[in-house]
């Protein structure tokens, strides 16, 4: 296995290498092949380098889809970043300028105070400042090109660089190159001793493109101070003073000619559209003042020319838009694409094949936004991007599409949260997880929903089928095998925990957690309570009526804390002789505390649609130790048997009756009275140790425990 590995590793790093010939690595593999086996290897060759190729193509694109918006990103706010930092470094060139200048003519003036000549002053005042300034002076011939520079024009850029050789990349001579608004100028050397340069040529942005070089082979020239000029149908290799220089060359040109394209559509659509609204004004000035029948016939030719017009208006108009949402989606400006295509539907043109074009152009802008809100890796903005998407595609009359295909993906990664979560034996943990997880994602989903209030009946579905899926998880991985009572309950007090979180947003949700969970919740409920009735009623059926022993007094008090925990007093029933032992039937300390834990779990489940369940298993649980209790009175005194065995049987009694069950019931349900009518109605014989004087009784009970 690891040779084989090994193998793989060596083959793609020769498959890398630069000078890789493939004769000669079939020829090496076909040197260990026996004859007559060529063929059946290189097909199997064949196969397994288009396997090979085929997960590396995928691979490829999965990384350039997953890392192409964050790419994007990161290249605009590093652009921006910098170009502020050129701003600012201008600004303190600017600044430093404009402190020796002031230096200079106050030195000026000291000497001139001291008896200098006025030489040094009109050398300060010729020393320039403006890029305009030093432009002239350092090109002959430019000032033809900035005459025709209109007012708002500027240089933008202007850096002197070195001419290369297209071939060998060896340095020709120095070169000036200036960027204006709309176009580059470019100067070579100059035989004039008064200027260093002089105008070579002037080239529109339109005609010229930036390339990026990299270092060519068998050249010295490093590939990032190099800039490749395409002027049709020349180009030229031009060297930076250093890589800031080319990065503000590159995004310099680029940022100009995109400037310019905006400008010219921005002119393009105000022209058109100012044609438009003036041929509506003058169709509407001519029906408003037609004098008459006779007028209207006569301006009626007049009036078809002008909707004829107007409709070769709007198709040049609807052509124009077309490029410019193409430009647009080319560079993933969405909103102004989108606000293109509600333009084209408000022109309602009826021209079939540009309606044709511009259906293609929605059904494409449909598609990117959909992509972006379908997969999780294209997207590194979080909500906010996604909710971005969501309304462009609700602007397009897809608010519905848009919806689903958020829920979708909401629906996608909620499942593959919840089947990471790991199912331990901690049962309520994992129910706490899963559970907060789903609500949370709910929670979500419902507060970007309330902005749309079209798509509240998606929100509700979704809600549902989420909620059904962690109703269908707790029941598999908890409820079905759940082992005790207290995990039951305390699933259910968790959701209905959630519930109420749904039903603070507007979502109550109860009633499909009570229709869902409630048949796997009875069948749970019903095995453990039939496995804890059992034991009970073995429990009784075992007990002999003697003292029950705790063997040591460690145990003792250990016994009477935990009494004491769950609001039992039994102090008073502790036996003198013999030691360590308490004056009640092993079976009741059993049964006080397995009905005090049953109450309290059936408690938390008496709020769901199973209370009746409920109530019956408590009232079927006490029934059977009350009718053991009297059963077994009657059996002790018809049998005479020793005293002991009726004093403990008479202290258990009271110990029943007169506080484990008025504590079970206030613990299951307060103020029900459900266990005190069960004795008034069915045991009357046992109502009168609920009913003793409390200071009677125990001085009764500590005179028969000290015998």
């Not at 002119?267 to 058109?272: F, K, L, P, S």
Request: glycine residues 4%; hydrophobic residues 40%; negative net charge.
């Amino acid at each position: 296995m690891m040779s084989s590995e090994v193998n793989n590793d060596e083959e793609d790093r020769l498959f890398e290498q630069d000078n890789f010939n493939a004769a000669d690595y079939v020829n090496n593999f076909l040197k260990d092949v026996r004859s007559g086996e060529e063929v059946r290897k290189l097909q199997q060759l064949r196969g397994s380098l288009s396997v090979k190729n085929a997960s590396s193509s995928e691979a490829i694109k999965d990384i350039v889809f997953e890392r192409y918006r964050q790419f994007i990103d990161t290249s605009k706010e590093v652009s921006h970043l910098e170009r502020e930092i050129y701003q600012l470094s201008s600004l303190l060139g600017d600044q430093k300028t404009l402190i020796e200048n002031m230096m200079g003519r106050v030195g000026h003036a000291k000497r001139e105070v001291v008896g200098g000549g006025p030489s040094s002053a009109v050398a300060a005042a010729n020393q320039p400042h403006n890029p305009l300034q030093v432009l002239m002076q350092k090109m002959d011939g430019v000032a033809s090109v900035l005459n025709n520079l209109q007012e708002s024009d500027k240089i933008l850029l202007q850096n002197e660089m070195t001419l290369l050789d297209g071939d060998s990349m060896e340095p020709l001579h120095p070169i000036l190159l200036v960027l204006v608004a709309n176009s580059v100028v470019i100067g070579y050397p100059s035989d004039s001793t008064k200027y260093r340069f002089q105008l070579q040529s002037v080239h529109n942005l339109d005609s010229l493109a930036v390339v990026n070089v990299k270092q060519k082979r068998g050249t010295t020239s490093t590939g990032d101070q190099i800039l490749q000029l395409l002027i049709f149908p020349d180009q030229l290799y031009v060297k930076c003073e250093s890589a800031r220089v080319k990065r503000e060359w590159f995004e310099g040109i680029e940022q100009a000619k995109r400037k310019q394209q905006q400008e010219n559509s921005l002119v393009r659509q105000a022209t058109i559209r100012a044609k438009r609204r003036s041929i509506a004004g003058k169709s509407a000035a001519v029906g408003k003042y037609a004098g008459g029948s006779e007028a209207i016939s006569e301006e009626q030719p007049e009036t078809d020319v002008e909707s004829a017009e107007k409709a070769n208006e709007d198709l040049q108009w609807a052509h124009g838009l077309i490029n410019e949402v193409h430009d647009a989606i080319s560079r993933r400006e969405m909103e102004t694409a989108v606000d293109y295509i509600n333009e084209w539907k408000q022109s309602k043109c009826n021209d079939a094949n540009l309606n044709t074009k511009w259906t293609a152009i929605e059904k494409q802008v449909v598609k990117m936004l959909s992509d972006e809100i379908r997969s999780p890796g294209a997207l590194h903005g979080g909500a906010q991007v996604i909710r971005t998407n969501m309304n462009l595609l609700a602007s397009l009359d897809r608010a519905t599409y848009a919806m689903d295909l958020f829920l979708k993906r909401r629906t996608k990664a909620l499942r593959t949260a919840a089947s990471e979560l790991p199912v331990s034996e901690e049962h309520l943990s994992y129910v706490k997880q899963v559970s907060t997880l789903f609500v949370d994602g709910i929670l979500d989903v419902a507060k970007t929903s309330l902005e749309q209030s079209q798509n509240l009946c998606q929100m509700l579905q979704f809600a549902s089928s989420e909620l059904k899926l962690l109703l269908s998880l707790i029941r598999r991985n908890v409820i079905e095998v759940a082992h005790t009572m207290a995990v039951l309950a305390h699933t259910w007090r968790i959701l209905m925990d959630q519930c109420s979180r749904l039903a603070d947003a507007g979502l109550d949700l109860s009633f499909e957690v009570h229709r869902l969970l409630a048949p796997s919740l009875q069948t749970a409920i019903e095995s453990n309570f039939s496995n804890v009735f059992e034991a009970i009623k073995l429990r009784i059926s075992e007990e002999r009526w003697r003292p029950y022993n705790l063997e040591s007094e460690l145990s003792l008090n250990r016994f009477l804390e935990e009494m004491s925990d769950i609001g039992l007093n039994v102090d008073w029933a502790v036996s003198v002789a013999p030691k360590y032992c308490l004056n009640l039937a092993s079976s009741a300390c059993y049964f006080s505390r397995v009905s005090f834990a049953l109450s309290r779990d059936l408690g938390l489940l008496h709020s769901s649609h199973l209370h009746r369940l409920c109530d019956g298993f408590v009232v079927k649980l006490w029934r059977e130790l009350l009718t053991f209790l009297v059963a077994s009175g009657e059996k002790l005194k018809a049998a005479g048997n020793p005293q002991q065995a009726v004093t403990v049987h008479d202290l258990t009694c009271t110990f029943i009756v007169s506080q484990v069950l008025p504590l079970c019931e206030e613990t299951y349900e307060e103020g029900s009275g459900i266990l005190a009518d069960l004795v008034q109605a069915e045991f009357p014989g046992l109502a009168h140790y609920a009913t003793n004087d409390d200071d009677d009784a125990n001085s009764y009970e500590e005179e028969v425990a000290n015998v």
